[in-house]
């Protein structure tokens, strides 16, 4: 019995090793500096607080990334004074972070979201597929939002539909490719594809409620999952053909006009080495902007969220970071751009499906407790059974 008595202890500071185990904190926060700030001369209007972040998804690519302020390398120049409130920089080949403010902090993305639907449903939709405008992807679009200039009932390419979107900011074409792309389930099967592909490349403050960009409820993003959506637009040479493309012409179809479409305000033809970028700006988002530009064999993206118009507005931020980037030394870093969970599947989104989470954190740790507890719980087992034979054998030994 006094073995039993002492597997029993064994097991329960086992029990309570695990309880402990399991309600420590998986990381802790990076110390904590200011970002260099520029206070706008005239202040925002008031927005929500966001949720916040748990402790491990702050730290998703480096826990030098895991601080509401600045992480920058070690020894490397000053950053620029900006007023974005969260920006990072990154090399979109090796993934290794150059530096961040908040860069895991949720904000409001406005249009630069529209590089979400691309990563979520270029890799499925024909180019060339002819598809018609309805009323009902007109219809509820702010008629001084930005638009392609799509009309109801006019037939349009899928390709002259990704221009519209990336060089205009078409929040119409935005609807159509979300429509289409979401198969029966409509637009909001191409609004649930864009959250399905946030958590396949580990995008977690990343939550789509519109598939433009423009203000959703729940509507979030960071500047770090920006760099990840960036990565794998970047990675298709049709998305970086569209992006680089500085006028298209939409052909003539039965029933319409044939037009012309520019690229919008983009550092294209302003910063050297500009590959694209895509621009952003809601009243509660005020200016967002995503941008990759290339210089002696390095292509680094910039994020950034929440900026002003003045003094230098996103386009000359995102070029004073893309200095500060290209200035910092080939092998500085801060942390690194997580890659994909998963391959995409080869078929299209064809309807709404269950928002997938992302497994616990803790899950190694935890399942090594488990294994210890199993095996405690085993070796108890094993030692009654072999009391209770014990007993047995004395009692028969004991007869005549």
Not at 66 to 94: F, K, M, N, Q, R
Not at 115 to 137: C, G, I, K, N, S
Not at 326 to 348: M, Q, Y
Not at 354 to 375: C, N
């Amino acid at each position: 019995m006094a073995i039993i008595r002492i597997a029993a202890v064994a097991l329960s500071a086992v029990m309570t090793t695990s309880a402990v185990m399991s309600a420590s904190p998986a990381r802790a926060a990076a110390p904590y500096v200011p970002c260099p700030a520029v206070k706008p001369a005239v202040a925002p209007p008031p927005a929500p607080s966001p949720p916040p972040v748990g402790a491990a998804d702050r730290a998703v690519g480096g826990e030098s990334l895991a601080t509401a302020g600045l992480s920058v390398p070690a020894g490397a120049p000053v950053a620029p004074a900006v007023t974005a409130t969260s920006w990072l920089v990154a090399d979109l080949d090796s993934g290794a972070v150059l530096g961040g403010c908040g860069p895991h902090e949720r904000r409001t993305p406005a249009s630069v979201q529209k590089m979400l639907l691309a990563a979520a449903l270029m890799p499925y939709l024909d180019p060339t597929q002819v598809v018609e405008v309805t009323r009902a992807d007109l219809q509820d679009l702010d008629p001084a939002s930005s638009v392609m200039g799509v009309v109801p009932g006019g037939r349009y390419s899928i390709e002259s539909l990704w221009l519209g979107l990336l060089l205009k900011s078409g929040n119409d074409a935005a609807n159509v490719l979300a429509r289409v792309g979401g198969g029966p389930a409509g637009r909001q099967g191409g609004v649930q594809a864009m959250n399905d592909e946030a958590r396949r490349l580990g995008a977690n403050q990343t939550h789509a409620a519109t598939p433009s960009g423009l203000d959703g409820p729940g509507q979030y993003t960071s500047a770090y999952d920006l760099a990840l959506i960036a990565r794998a637009t970047y990675a298709r040479a049709d998305f970086r053909r569209y992006i680089a493309t500085r006028v298209a012409e939409i052909p003539e179809a039965p029933g319409r006009s044939g037009f012309s479409i520019a690229h919008d305000n983009t550092l294209l033809d302003h910063y050297p080495g500009t590959l694209g970028g895509k621009t952003g700006f809601t009243d509660l988002a005020r200016q967002t902007y995503v941008g990759v530009a290339e210089r002696n064999g390095r292509r680094l993206a910039v994020t950034l969220l929440g900026a002003e118009t003045a003094p230098l507005g996103s386009l000359g931020e995102a070029a004073a970071l893309l200095n500060w980037g290209f200035a910092l030394s080939p092998d500085a870093s801060v942390g690194r751009l997580v890659t994909p969970d998963a391959k995409k599947d080869d078929r299209p989104v064809a309807q709404v499906k269950a928002e997938q989470h992302a497994p616990a954190r803790t899950g190694r740790s935890m399942s090594w407790v488990a294994i210890l507890g199993l095996g405690a719980a085993g070796a108890l087992a094993v030692l009654l059974l072999a009391a209770r034979w014990r007993r047995r054998a004395a009692r028969a030994a004991a007869k005549p």
